[in-house]
T-cell receptor, first 110, second 116 residues
Framework: DAKTTQPNSMESNEEEPVHLPCNHS???????IHWYRQLPSQGPEYVIH???SNVNNRMASLAIAEDRKSSTLILHRATLRDAAVYYC???????????FGAGTILRVKS | GAVVSQHPSWVICKSGTSVKIECRSL??????MFWYRQFPKQSLMLMAT?????????EQGVEKDKFLINHASLTLSTLTVTSAHPEDSSFYIC????????????FGDGTRLSIL
């Protein structure tokens, strides 16, 4: 599986946008970019995924670079409930397993 | 939305006991389920892929005789930690993926296992 690189931690103020970066320079043409997050003492939660075009859903937006070697998860207005570890993972369209890296710890200040 | 239920949420037992953890997909059929373990302040580590009606596929370094996986139906997979010891204490998490290509995985809320 191609690897991703994320910052260890980031901090944001409540009600401000948050941009979480992810580098994946060895991404293949069939790899989808998936984002999950994990709140303390819970299982991970699916956030969003995409292939080439930017994606939006009720939770977040995913901006994918034109060369697909990097992507950014955007939380439009951070709340205290968004404090979590965010994982950026590559997975082939027909791939099964998700391999988790270290992720980014997001801290949200009130 | 898709829900994966994991039971029990936590268990404390004596060393040498075998512990069974259940993972159910509540509103979809999952031919494939996954089992992870997570130590404090670490990321999730994939232990095995559970395939309905066939043997599980274990990741390198995971003892298949220690962690028994059964996936007898499209909605239920079980992980049994046999003869558990204190070093097996961890947070165990299951996940399942709905049928079809490129579906997201849905995770249970995890089972915190403490072996005394």
């Amino acid at each position: 599986d191609a690897k991703t690189t994320q910052p260890n931690s980031m901090e944001s103020n409540e009600e401000e946008p948050v941009h979480l970066p992810c580098n994946h320079s060895t991404i293949s043409g069939t790899d989808y970019i998936h984002w999950y997050r994990q709140l303390p003492s819970q299982g991970p939660e699916y956030v969003i995924h995409g292939l080439t075009s930017n994606v939006n859903n009720r939770m977040a937006s995913l901006a994918i670079a034109e060369d697909r070697k990097s992507s950014t998860l955007i939380l439009h207005r951070a709340t205290l409930r968004d404090a979590a570890v965010y994982y950026c993972i590559l997975r082939d369209r027909y791939g099964n397993k998700l391999v988790f890296g270290a992720g980014t710890i997001l801290r949200v200040k009130s | 939305g898709a829900v994966v239920s994991q039971h029990p949420s936590w268990v404390i037992c004596k060393s040498g006991t075998s512990v069974k953890i259940e993972c159910r997909s509540l509103d979809f059929q999952a031919t494939t389920m996954f089992w992870y373990r997570q130590f404090p302040k670490q990321s999730l580590m994939l232990m095995a892929t559970s395939n309905e009606g066939s043997k599980a596929t274990y990741e390198q370094g995971v003892e298949k005789d220690k962690f028994l996986i059964n996936h007898a139906s499209l909605t239920l997979s079980t992980l049994t930690v046999t003869s558990a010891h204190p070093e097996d204490s961890s947070f165990y998490i299951c996940s399942a993926r709905d049928r079809g290509a490129n579906q997201p995985q849905h995770f249970g809320d995890g089972t915190r296992l403490s072996i005394l």
